[in-house]
Protein backbone atom coordinates (compact mmCIF):
# COMPACT_ATOMS: atom_id res chain seq x y z
CA UNK A 1 0.00 0.00 0.00
CA UNK A 2 1.20 3.08 -0.65
CA UNK A 3 1.42 6.14 1.07
CA UNK A 4 1.69 10.19 0.55
CA UNK A 5 4.98 11.45 1.51
CA UNK A 6 4.80 13.97 4.22
CA UNK A 7 7.40 17.24 4.04
CA UNK A 8 8.92 17.80 7.21
CA UNK A 9 9.43 21.42 6.17
CA UNK A 10 7.92 23.70 8.61
CA UNK A 11 4.64 25.96 8.05
CA UNK A 12 5.44 29.38 6.96
CA UNK A 13 2.32 31.61 8.66
CA UNK A 14 1.61 34.91 7.81
CA UNK A 15 2.29 35.18 11.74
CA UNK A 16 5.79 34.02 11.11
CA UNK A 17 6.47 36.27 8.56
CA UNK A 18 4.97 39.31 11.53
CA UNK A 19 7.96 37.50 13.87
CA UNK A 20 10.35 37.28 11.22
CA UNK A 21 9.80 41.33 10.65
CA UNK A 22 9.87 42.19 14.17
CA UNK A 23 13.00 40.44 14.67
CA UNK A 24 14.45 42.04 11.72
CA UNK A 25 13.73 45.50 13.13
CA UNK A 26 16.31 45.25 15.29
CA UNK A 27 19.35 45.31 13.37
CA UNK A 28 17.54 47.93 11.16
CA UNK A 29 17.29 50.11 13.48
CA UNK A 30 20.73 49.69 14.57
CA UNK A 31 22.37 50.27 10.85
CA UNK A 32 23.77 53.84 10.30
CA UNK A 33 22.62 56.21 7.79
CA UNK A 34 25.54 55.26 5.24
CA UNK A 35 25.04 51.60 5.59
CA UNK A 36 20.73 52.24 4.84
CA UNK A 37 21.63 54.36 1.84
CA UNK A 38 23.83 51.40 0.15
CA UNK A 39 21.01 49.63 1.22
CA UNK A 40 18.90 51.65 -1.50
CA UNK A 41 21.42 52.05 -3.53
CA UNK A 42 21.39 48.18 -4.02
CA UNK A 43 17.44 48.32 -4.34
CA UNK A 44 17.60 50.61 -6.95
CA UNK A 45 19.55 49.23 -9.12
CA UNK A 46 18.11 45.99 -9.04
CA UNK A 47 14.94 46.97 -10.00
CA UNK A 48 16.71 48.74 -13.01
CA UNK A 49 18.48 45.46 -13.99
CA UNK A 50 15.23 43.86 -13.56
CA UNK A 51 13.11 46.51 -15.58
CA UNK A 52 12.22 43.77 -17.93
CA UNK A 53 10.88 41.12 -15.50
CA UNK A 54 9.47 43.42 -13.57
CA UNK A 55 7.41 44.61 -16.85
CA UNK A 56 6.50 40.98 -17.67
CA UNK A 57 4.93 40.40 -14.36
CA UNK A 58 2.90 43.58 -14.69
CA UNK A 59 1.58 42.61 -18.09
CA UNK A 60 0.20 39.15 -16.42
CA UNK A 61 -1.55 41.43 -13.85
CA UNK A 62 -2.94 44.09 -16.24
CA UNK A 63 -4.46 41.89 -18.19
CA UNK A 64 -6.28 39.62 -15.48
CA UNK A 65 -6.91 43.13 -14.20
CA UNK A 66 -9.32 44.22 -17.79
CA UNK A 67 -10.69 40.53 -17.96
CA UNK A 68 -11.96 40.76 -14.34
CA UNK A 69 -13.24 44.94 -15.00
CA UNK A 70 -11.42 46.54 -12.67
CA UNK A 71 -12.05 50.04 -14.19
CA UNK A 72 -9.72 51.97 -16.05
CA UNK A 73 -8.65 54.32 -13.07
CA UNK A 74 -6.95 50.97 -11.42
CA UNK A 75 -5.41 49.76 -14.57
CA UNK A 76 -3.99 53.20 -14.40
CA UNK A 77 -2.71 52.76 -11.21
CA UNK A 78 -1.42 49.32 -11.88
CA UNK A 79 0.37 49.96 -14.99
CA UNK A 80 4.44 50.02 -14.96
CA UNK A 81 5.93 50.76 -18.00
CA UNK A 82 10.21 51.37 -18.65
CA UNK A 83 8.87 54.91 -17.65
CA UNK A 84 7.24 53.79 -14.49
CA UNK A 85 9.87 51.55 -13.29
CA UNK A 86 12.98 53.91 -14.25
CA UNK A 87 10.57 56.46 -11.96
CA UNK A 88 10.66 53.68 -9.04
CA UNK A 89 14.23 53.55 -9.11
CA UNK A 90 14.99 57.05 -8.78
CA UNK A 91 12.53 57.54 -5.95
CA UNK A 92 14.41 54.89 -3.98
CA UNK A 93 17.49 57.05 -4.60
CA UNK A 94 15.40 60.22 -3.70
CA UNK A 95 14.24 58.73 -0.68
CA UNK A 96 18.62 57.72 0.00
CA UNK A 97 19.30 60.85 -0.56
CA UNK A 98 17.20 62.51 2.16
CA UNK A 99 18.53 63.74 6.07
CA UNK A 100 18.33 60.55 8.29
CA UNK A 101 15.93 61.41 11.29
CA UNK A 102 17.28 58.79 12.96
CA UNK A 103 19.18 60.33 16.29
CA UNK A 104 17.94 63.74 15.73
CA UNK A 105 17.49 66.05 18.51
CA UNK A 106 14.73 67.64 18.14
CA UNK A 107 14.15 68.85 22.32
CA UNK A 108 15.23 68.47 25.70
CA UNK A 109 16.63 70.61 28.42
CA UNK A 110 18.52 70.19 32.11
CA UNK A 111 16.32 69.18 34.95
CA UNK A 112 17.33 71.35 38.04
CA UNK A 113 18.55 68.51 39.67
CA UNK A 114 21.10 68.46 36.99
CA UNK A 115 19.59 65.44 34.46
CA UNK A 116 20.23 66.48 31.09
CA UNK A 117 17.32 65.60 28.94
CA UNK A 118 17.23 64.71 24.97
CA UNK A 119 14.52 63.65 23.25
CA UNK A 120 15.53 62.15 19.78
CA UNK A 121 14.00 60.53 16.98
CA UNK A 122 13.50 56.81 16.60
CA UNK A 123 12.13 54.23 14.20
CA UNK A 124 8.54 52.98 14.48
CA UNK A 125 10.20 49.36 14.04
CA UNK A 126 7.80 47.58 12.25
CA UNK A 127 5.90 49.10 9.38
CA UNK A 128 2.76 47.59 7.61
CA UNK A 129 0.73 48.27 4.87
CA UNK A 130 -2.21 47.56 3.23
CA UNK A 131 -2.79 48.75 -0.45
CA UNK A 132 -4.55 47.99 -3.53
CA UNK A 133 -3.68 47.59 -7.24
CA UNK A 134 -0.37 49.95 -6.64
CA UNK A 135 2.93 48.18 -7.35
CA UNK A 136 4.84 51.95 -6.98
CA UNK A 137 3.53 51.78 -3.34
CA UNK A 138 5.29 48.64 -2.62
CA UNK A 139 8.41 49.99 -3.21
CA UNK A 140 8.16 53.72 -1.75
CA UNK A 141 6.89 52.44 1.12
CA UNK A 142 9.50 49.89 2.23
CA UNK A 143 12.16 52.62 0.66
CA UNK A 144 10.53 55.16 3.39
CA UNK A 145 10.83 52.31 5.83
CA UNK A 146 14.03 51.19 5.45
CA UNK A 147 15.54 54.98 5.37
CA UNK A 148 14.12 55.57 8.36
CA UNK A 149 15.21 52.55 10.37
CA UNK A 150 11.90 50.14 9.82
CA UNK A 151 11.58 46.78 9.03
CA UNK A 152 8.19 46.51 6.49
CA UNK A 153 5.36 44.07 5.84
CA UNK A 154 3.09 44.70 3.01
CA UNK A 155 -0.16 43.50 1.83
CA UNK A 156 -0.40 44.59 -1.94
CA UNK A 157 -3.91 42.75 -2.62
CA UNK A 158 -4.66 40.61 -5.64
CA UNK A 159 -4.58 43.08 -8.58
CA UNK A 160 -1.21 43.66 -8.60
CA UNK A 161 -0.16 39.91 -7.14
CA UNK A 162 2.18 38.97 -9.97
CA UNK A 163 3.93 42.52 -9.93
CA UNK A 164 4.38 42.90 -6.18
CA UNK A 165 5.79 39.03 -5.97
CA UNK A 166 8.71 39.99 -8.60
CA UNK A 167 9.23 43.45 -6.33
CA UNK A 168 9.61 42.02 -3.21
CA UNK A 169 11.84 39.31 -4.09
CA UNK A 170 14.07 42.24 -6.03
CA UNK A 171 14.22 44.14 -3.16
CA UNK A 172 14.68 41.11 -0.72
CA UNK A 173 17.87 39.98 -2.85
CA UNK A 174 18.88 43.01 -3.10
CA UNK A 175 19.57 43.83 0.69
CA UNK A 176 20.94 40.51 1.02
CA UNK A 177 23.21 41.31 -1.61
CA UNK A 178 24.69 43.94 0.97
CA UNK A 179 24.62 42.08 3.98
CA UNK A 180 21.35 43.62 5.03
CA UNK A 181 19.08 41.07 6.76
CA UNK A 182 16.13 39.99 3.61
CA UNK A 183 13.91 39.54 6.41
CA UNK A 184 13.07 43.68 6.98
CA UNK A 185 10.94 43.48 4.03
CA UNK A 186 8.10 41.00 4.42
CA UNK A 187 4.96 40.30 1.89
CA UNK A 188 1.79 38.70 3.28
CA UNK A 189 0.35 38.81 -0.18
CA UNK A 190 -0.01 34.69 -0.81
CA UNK A 191 -2.01 34.41 2.38
CA UNK A 192 -4.94 36.29 0.87
CA UNK A 193 -6.87 38.19 3.20
CA UNK A 194 -5.64 36.10 6.44
CA UNK A 195 -2.57 37.62 5.41
CA UNK A 196 -4.67 41.29 5.92
CA UNK A 197 -5.89 40.00 9.19
CA UNK A 198 -2.83 39.28 10.24
CA UNK A 199 -1.76 42.75 9.75
CA UNK A 200 -4.74 44.40 11.27
CA UNK A 201 -4.14 42.02 14.26
CA UNK A 202 -0.82 42.02 15.01
CA UNK A 203 -0.68 43.55 17.85
CA UNK A 204 2.97 43.11 19.46
CA UNK A 205 4.42 42.64 16.30
CA UNK A 206 3.11 45.56 13.99
CA UNK A 207 4.11 49.06 15.15
CA UNK A 208 2.09 51.05 13.30
CA UNK A 209 -0.15 50.20 10.38
CA UNK A 210 -0.78 52.41 6.96
CA UNK A 211 -3.81 52.23 4.70
CA UNK A 212 -3.92 53.51 0.61
CA UNK A 213 -7.13 52.78 -1.51
CA UNK A 214 -10.70 52.54 -1.79
CA UNK A 215 -12.68 54.59 0.94
CA UNK A 216 -14.10 50.66 2.04
CA UNK A 217 -10.72 49.74 2.32
CA UNK A 218 -9.31 51.99 4.50
CA UNK A 219 -12.59 52.04 6.23
CA UNK A 220 -12.02 48.51 7.27
CA UNK A 221 -8.57 48.47 7.98
CA UNK A 222 -9.35 51.17 10.50
CA UNK A 223 -12.15 49.79 11.97
CA UNK A 224 -11.04 46.05 12.37
CA UNK A 225 -7.64 46.53 13.15
CA UNK A 226 -6.28 46.62 16.90
CA UNK A 227 -2.90 47.97 16.14
CA UNK A 228 -2.02 52.09 15.53
CA UNK A 229 -3.65 52.93 12.29
CA UNK A 230 -2.60 56.17 10.00
CA UNK A 231 -5.28 56.77 8.28
CA UNK A 232 -5.02 57.53 4.72
CA UNK A 233 -8.43 58.88 3.46
CA UNK A 234 -9.82 59.43 -0.11
CA UNK A 235 -9.84 62.52 -1.72
CA UNK A 236 -13.20 64.47 -2.52
CA UNK A 237 -10.62 67.70 -3.50
CA UNK A 238 -12.48 71.14 -4.05
CA UNK A 239 -11.06 74.04 -5.75
CA UNK A 240 -12.95 77.48 -5.22
CA UNK A 241 -12.92 80.30 -8.14
CA UNK A 242 -13.90 83.27 -6.85
CA UNK A 243 -15.22 87.12 -8.67
CA UNK A 244 -11.33 88.23 -8.46
CA UNK A 245 -9.98 84.73 -10.40
CA UNK A 246 -8.08 85.48 -13.34
CA UNK A 247 -9.68 83.24 -15.96
CA UNK A 248 -6.66 81.83 -17.59
CA UNK A 249 -5.61 80.92 -13.60
CA UNK A 250 -9.02 79.25 -13.64
CA UNK A 251 -8.49 77.83 -16.26
CA UNK A 252 -5.04 76.04 -16.31
CA UNK A 253 -5.48 75.47 -12.50
CA UNK A 254 -8.87 73.25 -12.80
CA UNK A 255 -7.51 71.44 -15.90
CA UNK A 256 -4.05 70.38 -14.26
CA UNK A 257 -6.08 69.51 -11.23
CA UNK A 258 -8.19 67.07 -12.95
CA UNK A 259 -7.04 65.55 -16.12
CA UNK A 260 -2.97 65.95 -15.64
CA UNK A 261 -3.32 62.32 -13.51
CA UNK A 262 -7.35 62.17 -13.11
CA UNK A 263 -6.74 58.39 -11.22
CA UNK A 264 -5.43 59.69 -8.09
CA UNK A 265 -6.34 60.90 -4.66
CA UNK A 266 -5.06 64.86 -5.46
CA UNK A 267 -7.14 65.22 -8.60
CA UNK A 268 -9.94 67.73 -8.03
CA UNK A 269 -13.18 66.41 -8.06
CA UNK A 270 -15.56 69.28 -7.45
CA UNK A 271 -15.14 72.79 -8.37
CA UNK A 272 -17.11 75.89 -6.50
CA UNK A 273 -17.74 78.89 -8.57
CA UNK A 274 -19.07 81.91 -6.79
CA UNK A 275 -21.94 83.79 -8.46
CA UNK A 276 -20.79 86.67 -9.98
CA UNK A 277 -17.80 85.07 -11.43
CA UNK A 278 -20.07 82.08 -12.81
CA UNK A 279 -20.68 83.77 -16.27
CA UNK A 280 -16.76 84.44 -17.52
CA UNK A 281 -15.55 81.73 -15.99
CA UNK A 282 -17.56 78.38 -16.19
CA UNK A 283 -17.63 78.54 -20.10
CA UNK A 284 -13.87 79.27 -20.72
CA UNK A 285 -13.14 76.07 -17.75
CA UNK A 286 -15.55 73.70 -18.82
CA UNK A 287 -14.82 74.54 -22.62
CA UNK A 288 -11.22 73.54 -21.76
CA UNK A 289 -12.23 70.42 -19.52
CA UNK A 290 -14.45 69.04 -22.60
CA UNK A 291 -11.74 69.59 -24.88
CA UNK A 292 -9.74 67.17 -22.97
CA UNK A 293 -12.51 64.89 -22.50
CA UNK A 294 -14.09 65.31 -19.10
CA UNK A 295 -17.31 64.56 -18.47
CA UNK A 296 -18.81 67.77 -16.34
CA UNK A 297 -21.84 67.46 -13.41
CA UNK A 298 -23.24 70.40 -13.10
CA UNK A 299 -25.89 72.56 -11.54
CA UNK A 300 -28.99 74.09 -13.18
CA UNK A 301 -26.57 77.69 -13.58
CA UNK A 302 -23.63 75.70 -14.91
CA UNK A 303 -26.42 73.65 -17.35
CA UNK A 304 -27.66 76.88 -18.57
CA UNK A 305 -24.17 78.27 -19.27
CA UNK A 306 -22.27 75.23 -21.08
CA UNK A 307 -23.84 72.63 -23.47
CA UNK A 308 -23.63 68.60 -22.78
CA UNK A 309 -23.68 68.59 -19.58
CA UNK A 310 -25.07 65.52 -16.75
CA UNK A 311 -27.41 67.43 -14.35
CA UNK A 312 -25.67 66.97 -10.97
CA UNK A 313 -27.19 65.09 -8.03
CA UNK A 314 -26.54 65.47 -4.55
CA UNK A 315 -24.40 62.12 -4.81
CA UNK A 316 -21.95 63.86 -7.40
CA UNK A 317 -21.08 66.54 -4.48
CA UNK A 318 -19.76 63.71 -2.62
CA UNK A 319 -18.30 61.36 -5.42
CA UNK A 320 -14.64 60.47 -5.35
CA UNK A 321 -14.93 59.46 -9.16
CA UNK A 322 -11.30 58.84 -10.12
CA UNK A 323 -11.77 59.58 -13.66
CA UNK A 324 -12.44 62.26 -16.59
CA UNK A 325 -15.42 63.55 -14.55
CA UNK A 326 -15.86 66.35 -12.35
CA UNK A 327 -19.01 68.47 -10.31
CA UNK A 328 -19.27 72.12 -11.09
CA UNK A 329 -21.99 73.94 -8.87
CA UNK A 330 -22.30 77.79 -8.55
CA UNK A 331 -22.44 79.03 -4.97
CA UNK A 332 -23.40 82.57 -3.71
CA UNK A 333 -20.35 83.54 -1.65
CA UNK A 334 -17.13 82.56 0.27
CA UNK A 335 -19.47 81.47 3.10
CA UNK A 336 -21.36 79.29 0.79
CA UNK A 337 -18.23 77.55 -0.66
CA UNK A 338 -16.92 77.07 2.77
CA UNK A 339 -20.44 75.50 3.95
CA UNK A 340 -20.11 72.78 1.57
CA UNK A 341 -16.59 72.10 1.60
CA UNK A 342 -17.40 71.27 5.79
CA UNK A 343 -20.30 69.13 4.51
CA UNK A 344 -18.78 67.29 1.23
CA UNK A 345 -14.79 67.30 2.14
CA UNK A 346 -12.95 64.16 2.87
CA UNK A 347 -10.21 66.55 4.63
CA UNK A 348 -7.48 65.60 2.23
CA UNK A 349 -6.48 68.89 0.11
CA UNK A 350 -8.85 72.38 -1.29
CA UNK A 351 -7.67 75.25 -3.10
CA UNK A 352 -8.93 78.59 -3.83
CA UNK A 353 -8.04 80.74 -7.34
CA UNK A 354 -8.18 84.61 -6.04
CA UNK A 355 -6.27 87.77 -6.59
CA UNK A 356 -7.94 88.78 -3.21
CA UNK A 357 -5.65 88.50 -0.16
CA UNK A 358 -8.27 88.81 2.47
CA UNK A 359 -10.33 85.71 1.03
CA UNK A 360 -6.95 83.54 0.12
CA UNK A 361 -6.20 83.52 4.02
CA UNK A 362 -9.65 83.56 5.07
CA UNK A 363 -9.81 80.18 3.26
CA UNK A 364 -6.20 78.98 4.28
CA UNK A 365 -7.18 79.66 7.43
CA UNK A 366 -10.48 78.33 7.96
CA UNK A 367 -11.18 75.06 5.68
CA UNK A 368 -9.61 72.11 7.92
CA UNK A 369 -8.12 70.00 5.70
CA UNK A 370 -4.45 68.56 5.54
CA UNK A 371 -3.37 70.62 2.73
CA UNK A 372 -4.60 73.60 1.90
CA UNK A 373 -3.26 76.16 -0.89
CA UNK A 374 -4.28 79.61 -2.52
CA UNK A 375 -3.71 79.93 -6.39
CA UNK A 376 -1.92 76.25 -7.00
CA UNK A 377 -2.78 73.06 -8.50
CA UNK A 378 -4.30 70.36 -5.87
CA UNK A 379 -2.25 67.78 -7.74
CA UNK A 380 0.79 69.15 -5.93
CA UNK A 381 0.10 67.52 -2.84
CA UNK A 382 2.65 64.73 -3.21
CA UNK A 383 5.09 63.64 -0.78
CA UNK A 384 7.85 63.79 -3.66
CA UNK A 385 6.62 67.08 -4.74
CA UNK A 386 6.59 67.90 -1.53
CA UNK A 387 10.53 66.96 -1.24
CA UNK A 388 9.89 64.00 0.50
CA UNK A 389 11.49 61.78 -2.14
CA UNK A 390 8.23 59.62 -2.22
CA UNK A 391 5.87 59.21 0.86
CA UNK A 392 3.80 56.12 2.58
CA UNK A 393 0.59 58.34 1.63
CA UNK A 394 -1.79 61.71 2.51
CA UNK A 395 -2.99 61.36 5.90
CA UNK A 396 -6.18 62.77 6.47
CA UNK A 397 -6.26 62.17 10.24
CA UNK A 398 -4.68 64.25 12.49
CA UNK A 399 -3.30 62.69 15.32
CA UNK A 400 0.87 61.79 14.45
CA UNK A 401 0.62 63.00 11.37
CA UNK A 402 -1.43 65.02 8.44
CA UNK A 403 -0.81 65.35 5.06
CA UNK A 404 1.87 63.80 3.06
CA UNK A 405 4.07 61.67 4.94
CA UNK A 406 7.17 61.27 4.47
CA UNK A 407 10.63 60.00 6.62
CA UNK A 408 9.74 61.72 9.82
CA UNK A 409 6.14 60.16 9.71
CA UNK A 410 7.91 56.83 9.79
CA UNK A 411 9.69 57.78 12.82
CA UNK A 412 8.84 58.00 16.76
CA UNK A 413 10.63 59.84 19.56
CA UNK A 414 11.95 58.59 23.02
CA UNK A 415 13.63 60.68 26.07
CA UNK A 416 17.30 59.95 26.65
CA UNK A 417 18.40 60.82 30.32
CA UNK A 418 21.64 61.42 31.09
CA UNK A 419 22.35 61.54 35.16
CA UNK A 420 25.42 61.58 37.52
CA UNK A 421 23.90 60.09 40.77
CA UNK A 422 20.98 61.81 41.17
CA UNK A 423 18.20 60.28 43.12
CA UNK A 424 13.92 61.69 44.00
CA UNK A 425 13.17 63.15 47.24
Known sequence: MSTVPVSDAPVDTAQDRLARAKEASRSIARLTSSEKADALESIAQAIENSSARIIA???LDIDRGRETGIGDALIDRLRLDEARVASLASAV????????PIGQVIGGHRMPNGVALEQVRVPFGVVGAIYEARPNVTVDIAALALRAGNAVVLRGGSAARESNTVLVEIMRDALQAVGIDREAIQTVDDF?????KALMHGRGFVDVLVPRGSAALIETVVTESTV???????GVVHIVLDESAPIDWARDIVVNAKVQRPSVCNAVETVLVLRQAAPQLIPVVA???QSEGVAIHGDDMVQGLVTQVIPATEEDWATEYLSLDIAIKVVDTLDDALAHIRRYSTGHTESIVTTDSRNAERFLAEVDSAVVMANASTRFTDGAEFGFGAEVGISTQKLHSRGPMGLTELTSTKWLARGSGQTRG
Open 57 to 59: ANR
Open 228 to 234: PVIETGA
Open 192 to 196: GREGA
Open 93 to 100: RDVASLSD
Open 287 to 289: SAL
